[in-house]
């Protein structure tokens, strides 16, 4: 953990990283007999020192987004604006772009390369012209957050298993400190363990380095535990942008769009039915046994 | 970089051309190519050009998908055509300019070979890849070739691993932009620097695609095993390839436009120099 | 039903431990797993990564063999000393497998094609083989796709014709080894709905390896799996009731049973073996009533 000078924790970063999209839309194939439209006039701002969820299903254009953020599409219209600059008024340095705006890709373990789990980390901040002391505190740093044990830091990344190869492959990214850090389904195709610990690291990394963190998944039920805010993607447009709460009231909107709500949010939907109502904005199981154990007191305490 | 490569351009129809038997149509395609340079005078170039219309017209494929094809091979074809303008000695000179002389003959052999370039391409492409789908390309092939095992070359291991390679080259071309991007995003630079530099910046490339390939080929081969296969010993085909009378025909078609060929070469006028 | 049916897979007390590099211990990946299939079920067998579910998988389709023990298909010991390649074809004959990643198991560049590959393989007539097919295509809905290229497919798509290539070879036990893993959540409804339809519909054994509680739910039998052992094995609703098992070994329950636990936990008396909302919400609905009546 950094702390300054009195031993109080203190962000990465003194400013904070704001990426805004605006009027951006985007094709490809542009031109082409294919082209296909995978966004469609998205303004949005994304930053602060927040988890954000981006929702919707496959070909809602959620992976075109997070890779428009970073400048590894080029948006066919409108403008990506980062701290107050179009990120493609100087072509040239788009390298800078993607150092402040790390982007970890849908499954990031087959772009590990190295001859060890160090050097691979590693790549990104030698990419960033850093001394061989800074890119070991790095490293280091990095391997923290993952959680990977220092001791599989000089085993090849193809000894690790599975769930070692993604944390590996997000240190990799977390190592270039970024400002803004994307994940696209960071936990496609883990058992529940190993999500819980992909996310559980995110989140934690989130906290400590108070940076935001953007992560795409199709899955509500991580959206509800693990972030503050909530964008739903549809046919290329954003549907719905707001807390958890905002989000997963409406849900009767998502079943349309091929989103599925978590199961007990349908559960307090049947209760309400019933006569039981805890509520419009049920969508993690602690969260219903509470409201549920409240409301039974209350029929208590109204009957007494 | 982009990788944006169509690959085997099929393209869907229902003409004659895309229902005759692909067997067929290599043995056209081959007959065609002889024919092609056969041609030596103006006279039979023209029968060519017809006969390249005709083919256009009965596979009903939109010519400007074949002019986008054409267009990659300007450069090809331009540069033959200029050399052979300056190139090629006759007796009309036109242009004399220093050491640069140029002569009608040039000209015309120029525009010659530029228009055999054409034809041969654009007939190979609407016999072949264009009305035939690379699977049935492939088929047409192992059978023609399956008198060879006789000599025990492994026809049958040759066509499957060409099947295999076709259908795996977008999969693999789509994972090579995913892991080119990702490794982008970790600020990989891959257009500037040296040689030996650029060639450095495509191990974090070639490492996770070799690796891929080499998985996929693993786990490929244990689904193969698991559906019963066993090498081309015993294996039946679902669609047997038949070539009807028609399919007789249209290669005898050929063999008579090659004999048209040679009659109008005959009728002089300027002849190709080679 | 008292008739004893052969199962057509048996595994008898069987271990395995891959082998190792210089000197490593071995670890067991299997240890003395007793296991019998029964001819047209619906099993899931559940575990987290590394648990062995996916070695058991292997075993029962002949990639793996043990080292102790021995796996039987349709009543032929396929461990036993003498078996031949023959025996190995004959089995695999009758026990198909669908792998994890869609694109590495589909080898044509035609739908149809890779549809036709097993039967060729087997050696029918082509007419069989055109039919076979066109009806494999027709039980996974993919006959308007059948001279689609299969990379332009959906996971899910791809998946399916996966399937109809191992209904075409007319298989009487397919296994499904993470077969949703690398799906979104609309391609594993796609492929568990075809899964559940050839089961209740075709009569074919199916055996269904997962870490998803919620596709585990809709089989008739749960296996659940942990560091090579069986650890729980019995209908969804005997498994799901003892969420404390299932979160020692890093697996999760449905929601509603985790709910139903909370509420059991409160003083409600709840069952636990609900896997559907609307039942959930009636069971929770109730107990509160007969709580409140009882004050």
């Known amino acids: 953990m950094r702390k300054d000078s009195h031993g109080a924790k203190v962000p990465w970063h003194t400013t904070m990283a704001q990426v805004e999209l605006k009027n951006v839309s985007f094709t490809y194939g542009d031109g082409g007999p294919y082209a296909v439209r995978a966004l469609d006039d998205i303004s949005i701002t994304l930053g602060g020192s927040e988890m954000i969820g981006i929702m919707g299903h496959t070909g809602s254009g959620k992976s075109t987004l997070v890779q428009l953020l970073n400048g590894i599409l080029k948006p066919s219209e409108g403008q990506v604006i980062l701290d107050g600059t179009d990120i493609w008024e100087n072509p040239k340095k788009i390298r800078d772009v993607r150092f402040k705006v790390g982007l970890v890709m849908q499954y990031p373990e087959y772009q590990l390369f190295d001859e060890t789990v160090r050097d691979d980390i590693a790549f990104g901040p030698k990419n960033m012209g850093m001394t061989r002391e800074e890119i070991e505190t790095r490293v280091l740093e990095a391997a923290r957050f993952a959680r990977l044990d220092e001791g599989l830091l000089d085993k090849s990344p193809f000894e690790l298993s599975g769930g070692q190869k993604r944390r590996a492959a997000l240190a990799g990214v977390i190592a270039m400190r970024p400002e803004l850090l994307v994940l696209d389904e960071p936990a496609a195709g883990l058992d529940p363990g190993g999500r819980l610990e992909i996310l559980g690291s995110i989140k934690e990394y989130q906290k400590e380095s108070g940076t935001s963190v953007i992560i795409v998944s199709h899955s509500m039920e991580d959206m509800a535990m693990y972030c503050d805010r909530v964008i739903v993607m549809a046919s290329g447009r954003i549907m719905m942008d707001g807390t958890c709460a905002d989000v997963f009231s409406q849900y009767d909107e998502l079943l349309p769009v091929g989103l599925d709500v978590p199961q007990i949010t349908h559960v307090a939907a049947a209760l309400a039915k019933r006569g039981v109502d805890i509520g419009k904005d049920i969508y993690t199981v602690k969260y219903a046994a509470a409201r549920l154990s409240e409301y039974a007191e209350e029929v208590r305490r109204r009957e007494s | ?274 | 039903m008292s008739e004893t049916k052969t199962p057509i897979i048996e595994i008898r007390d069987l271990s395995f431990a891959y082998p190792t590099d210089d000197g490593e211990a071995p670890k067991n990946a299997l240890t003395n797993v007793n296991l019998s299939i029964e001819e047209g079920s619906f099993v899931s067998i559940l575990g987290h990564n590394g648990s062995g579910k996916s070695t058991l998988a292997k075993m029962m389709s002949l990639i793996l063999m043990p080292d102790s023990g021995s796996v039987w298909i349709d009543g032929k010991n396929m461990s036993a000393e003498d078996i031949t390649e023959e025996d190995v074809l004959d089995a695999r004959r009758k026990v198909g497998m669908v792998f994890q990643n869609p694109d590495n198991q589909i080898v044509a560049t035609v739908v149809e094609e890779d549809v036709a590959f097993g039967p060729e393989n087997l050696g029918l007539p082509s007419a069989e083989i055109r039919r076979r097919v066109d009806e494999a295509l027709e039980m996974v809905g993919m006959t308007k796709y059948a001279r689609h290229a299969p990379h332009n497919l959906s996971g899910g798509q791809k998946q399916r014709v996966a399937i109809a290539g191992i209904i075409a070879m007319r298989r009487r036990c397919i296994i499904f080894d993470e077969s949703t893993a690398m799906l979104d959540p609309a391609g594993r409804r796609e492929v568990m709905d075809t899964i559940e339809r050839l089961n209740r519909e075709e009569n074919i054994t199916v055996l269904h390896i997962t870490h998803y509680m919620n596709e585990a739910v809709r089989a008739d039998r749960v296996v659940v799996m942990d560091s090579g052992r069986i650890l729980l094995d019995g209908t969804p609703s005997e498994v799901f009731s003892q969420p404390e098992t299932l979160w020692n070994v890093r697996l999760d329950v449905p929601q509603t049973t985790e709910l139903l636990y909370h509420m059991k936990k409160s003083g409600y008396n709840v069952r636990l073996d609900i896997f559907d909302p609307d039942e959930c919400a009636e069971e929770i609905a109730a107990a509160i009533r007969s709580d409140r009546d009882a004050d």
């Not at chain 2, 090809?76 to 006759?90: A, D, H, R, V, Y």
């Not at chain 2, 055999?116 to 007939?123: A, D, E, F, K, T």
């Open chain 2, 1 to 274: 970089m982009n990788l944006n490569i169509s690959f085997g351009q099929y393209c869907e129809g229902n003409s004659i051309l895309h229902r005759m038997d692909p067997r067929m149509k290599i043995i056209a395609s081959i007959l065609f190519i002889v024919v092609i340079f056969l041609a030596k005078n103006l006279f039979s170039f023209a029968l060519l050009i017809l006969s390249a219309v005709v083919l256009i017209a009965i596979s009903a494929i939109p010519v400007r998908i074949i002019a986008r094809g054409m267009k990659a091979l300007t450069f090809i074809i331009l540069f033959t055509s200029i050399i052979n303008i300056f190139w090629i000695k006759g007796e009309t000179e036109l242009v004399s300019f220093g050491f640069i002389h140029i002569y009608l003959e040039g000209i015309l052999n120029a525009l010659m070979i530029a228009l055999r370039i054409i034809i041969l391409l654009v007939g190979t492409s609407i016999l072949m890849t264009y009305t035939t789908t690379p699977i049935a390309l492939t088929d047409g092939l192992e059978q023609l070739l399956a008198p060879l095992k006789v000599l025990h070359l492994p026809v049958h291991e040759f066509s499957m691993m060409m099947t295999i390679a076709l259908r795996f080259i977008p999969t693999l071309i789509e994972e090579t932009q995913k892991i080119m991007n990702a490794q982008k995003a970790r600020g990989a630079d891959f257009s500037t620097g040296s040689l030996i530099q650029r060639a450095k910046a495509l191990v974090p490339i070639l490492v996770p695609l070799f690796l891929s390939a080499f998985r996929r080929a693993e786990e490929l081969a244990t689904a193969m095993e698991c559906r019963c296969y066993t090498g081309g010993e015993g294996r039946t085909r679902m669609n047997i390839l038949h070539a009807t009378s028609k399919d007789y025909l249209f290669c005898a078609a050929f063999v008579l436009l090659g004999a048209a060929i040679i009659l109008l070469n005959r009728l002089g006028g300027y002849a190709l120099a080679w």
